[in-house]
């Protein structure tokens, strides 16, 4: 069988984009693959350089222009870049029945084998459990038990997003919000693929907070209903298959000064790619309120840093600003 993988990025990640590349080649070496770079104005050099790191493992690299593929009134919303909205058009461009998509800022440590096998049953989507709250879900039509998943790890069964018209109900959704979806496209595919989203292990997306904090301090920050047991959150840490190094708690691996738990894995792979430790920078800063979140977290019990944070979130929604903003945390 072959894999279908795609990536989307401008020349902001470009490099980031070709050490997962790197990572998923090195650690699926047999796997015949066709990756789907949905590039956003990268330079001439920067798409050489994908596709030089693609033809070094001998894997086939499909360069797909973002304007070929996405709707014209989609755009940044400031934060994240337009091609988040990629994921939701690769039907237009992957005939195959299903296909990953990874972000840019993940690195693969193992098999996706698995992943292939899975019987996707009824569903539409499959990634790793997000733990909002019951008042998340809510504003995004979920009930307080429908499964929430990160989208920068998105499993998609094309076959089946093309027979139920997926595209057209994703615009519909956004058009619905006014061009300004709730956790952007995250929470248009989550919302629109409800009931028929299955999670799976999150060793297949390892997220920083799954690091800093055990399961049952998770679900008592995010007011999590549902969420993965301990032994499932120590079973990721021990073996993960993705690990995402979000912009969340620790400073990102590219950094210099990263203070990311599973940097050297990162740099690993980076200096696979053959970028040299000279083209990590070393300006990687920390949100003053993601610094507050650390220096609480590790000075107090959790149960006065919880009460702490509760009290800011109260504030929050008075003042209508974000004092302690990560993911999960709305």
């Known amino acids: 069988m072959t894999f279908s993988i795609a990536y989307a990025c401008n020349d902001n990640y470009a490099c980031q984009t070709v050490v997962s590349m790197v990572s998923l080649f090195e650690n699926n070496r047999a796997q015949d693959m066709i990756l789907y770079l949905i590039e956003d104005h990268m330079s001439r050099k920067n798409i050489a350089l994908a596709k030089q790191a693609a033809a070094a493992y001998g894997k086939e690299l499909r360069i797909v222009p973002l304007g070929q593929l996405l709707e014209g009134d989609l755009k940044s919303d400031g934060r994240h870049p337009a091609t988040v909205y990629a994921k939701l058009f690769l039907h237009r461009i992957c005939a195959a029945e299903r296909i990953l998509y990874l972000d840019s800022d993940t690195v693969v440590v193992g098999p996706l084998q698995p992943l292939w096998e899975m019987d996707f049953a009824e ?15 809510k504003r995004l039509g979920l009930g307080v038990h429908d499964s ?65 904090w055990n399961s049952g301090q998770i679900r008592r920050l995010y007011l999590a209903a549902d969420y993965y047991t301990e032994q499932e959150l120590e079973q990721a ?94």
């Not at 997000?130 to 008042?135: G, H, L, R």
């Open 237 to 330: 840490r021990e073996r993960p298959v993705v690990i995402h190094y979000l912009e969340e708690l620790y400073i990102r691996p590219w950094f210099a000064n990263s203070d990311h738990p599973l940097k050297n894995v990162y740099v690993y792979y980076w200096k696979r790619a053959g970028f040299s430790a000279g083209r990590r920078t070393a300006d990687g800063k920390l949100a003053l309120r993601t610094k507050a979140v650390r220096f609480l977290n590790a000075s107090l019990p959790f149960d006065l840093f919880l009460r702490i944070y509760r009290i800011a979130k109260r504030q929050e929604l008075r003042d209508g600003k974000k004092l302690f903003k990560h993911r999960g945390a709305d």
């Open 123 to 137: 569903d539409l989507i499959a990634g790793v459990q997000m733990p909002y709250s019951a008042e998340l879900k």
């Open 148 to 212: 929430y998943v990160c989208d920068g790890v998105l499993y998609i069964h094309l076959k089946k997003w093309r027979e139920q018209h997926m595209e057209q109900r994703c615009m519909e959704w956004i058009h619905s919000q006014n061009g300004k979806p709730l956790m952007c496209s995250e929470g248009v595919v989550n919302a629109v693929a409800k009931k028929k989203v299955r999670l799976l292990p999150p060793q297949y997306n390892l997220m920083s907070s799954m690091l800093l």
